[in-house]
Nanobody
Framework: QVQLVESGGGLAQAGGSLRLSCAAT????????MGWYRQAPAKQRELVAE???????KYGDSVKGRFSISRDNDKITVYLQMNSLKPEDTAVYYC??????WGPGTQVTVSS
């Protein structure tokens, strides 16, 4: 089984930055894609960013140019660097592995 441990959420001001981390443990040998989705109150969960073993990335339209995802394959950890934060980035951010295993979520709150 795979377990995901997220860290790095919290409070930031608009225009500021935060960095999220997600480490996978357990049966990690078969993980390909890892990434983040987010869900704001009364909204559907949406893609934030994703990266596969080859380093190919995918971003949600609302974060392109502001967020950057990277991956350490030795540590089986993905990082989400969030810059130029906006209040509308406020949400619970969920890490996933192949959209099959999900982390518990970490709250990101951006104040105006």
């Amino acid at each position: 089984q795979v377990q995901l441990v997220e860290s790095g959420g919290g409070l930031a001001q608009a225009g500021g930055s935060l960095r999220l981390s997600c480490a996978a443990t357990g049966s990690v040998a078969y993980i390909n894609a890892m990434g983040w989705y987010r869900q704001a109150p009364a909204k559907q969960r949406e893609l934030v960013a994703e990266i596969n073993l080859d380093g190919d990335t995918k971003y949600g339209d609302s974060v392109k140019g502001r967020f950057s995802i990277s991956r350490d394959n030795d540590k089986i950890t993905v990082y989400l660097q969030m810059n130029s934060l906006k209040p509308e980035d406020t949400a619970v951010y969920y890490c996933h592995a192949d959209e099959f295993v999900w982390g518990p979520g970490t709250q990101v709150t951006v104040s105006s």
